[in-house]
């Protein structure tokens, strides 16, 4: 699998997730934490769907969330209802 197209699978899981009613602002943080190191992931689309789901704050909430993740490089194991 090459990058683009690697790229492309995250993009769709996170679009995907970020419209699941069921995952919370948390979970979606978490998934895109990961996504930070994947390449060509198209953030615009990402970020188009979290907003179609959340305001802008939530967008904002879910970003500083993955990027603390990132900062703090710490590896959350539970993903779901809490």
């Not at 198209?42 to 909430?61: E, F, H, K, T």
């Amino acid at each position: 699998m090459n990058y683009e197209e690697k790229g492309r699978m995250v993009t769709n899981d996170l679009v995907t997730n970020a419209t699941d009613r069921s995952l919370k602002q948390a979970d979606i943080a978490i998934m895109y934490y990961f996504a930070l190191s994947t390449p060509c992931v198209d953030w615009p689309l990402v970020n188009r769907a979290i907003l179609m789901r959340y305001r802008p704050s939530g967008l904002v909430r879910i970003k500083k969330m993955a990027w603390e993740m990132a900062m703090k490089k710490r590896y959350p194991i539970v993903i779901g209802n809490r």
